[in-house]
């Protein structure tokens, strides 16, 4: 059984990649199992569950000396869990990472020879846009897809969209390092899914999917994979952006002009 971790940032399309994962028989994605807050659900799919249930059996536990041990004995549980499973993985956000302090979860994920799919969006300016436009509808957690249409909505582009453009490239890239430097790893790209980013996807490519089935070792190469969810932002950035005149007078001339054109 292959062992593999999605590693993405928010609104990179993951649930999206992972429904249609969950669609293959072999393969199984759990969701964001470091979830915290009001996402948390009372369960030992959840590590803060976990982490509170191994609390109340030692009180010790609650110290940061043994955390790294009890993920490490989290991930064995969601890894034995599914045993008719061929691949079984689970999702990460690279601010889940950076709130359990690296060094807590990168080790025992290491130990478990987990591989890793960093999914990337190509286009930083349109990854920008989700975000905000994601705070804008006052849901913050709400999916990059979903099972219904949504009202569509516009984002004001502010200012300091350079520097904005420049923070996400370098966290990208810091991942990219870090994660490819570690671990067996496989770099994704969201706007690969289609031929055409225009239209409403319910699939994945299947040259992308043998890419995909290649690097967890699936031998089954069931290519009708379908997922309900449907994307909740049109692709046009004319369309996304209330400011767009603005916006291209900002970024004419600089090294993100090209997004534009994307």
Known sequence: MEKFAVIAKMRSGSQFFESILNAHPDIYCYGEVFSSGSEMTPNKRNFYSFWLDRIKEDNKNVFPLYKSEIIGEFLTYLYTDLPKKKAIGIDIKYFQLELENLQFLLQPIKQ?????????????????????????????????????????????????????LNKLKESRDYYAKLLSRNFEYFELYYEDFSENADQDLNTIMPNVLNQVFDFLNIQNRDYDLRSKLKKTNPAKLCDLIANYDETVNILSGTKWEYLLDE
């Open 112 to 164: 478990h020879n987990v591989k890793i799919i960093h999914l990337i969006r190509r286009n930083i300016l349109k990854h920008y846009i989700s975000i905000y436009l994601h705070l804008n509808r006052g849901l913050y957690g709400r999916k990059m897809h979903d099972t219904i249409k949504v009202e569509p909505v516009k984002v004001e582009v502010k200012p300091t969209i350079i520097d904005e």
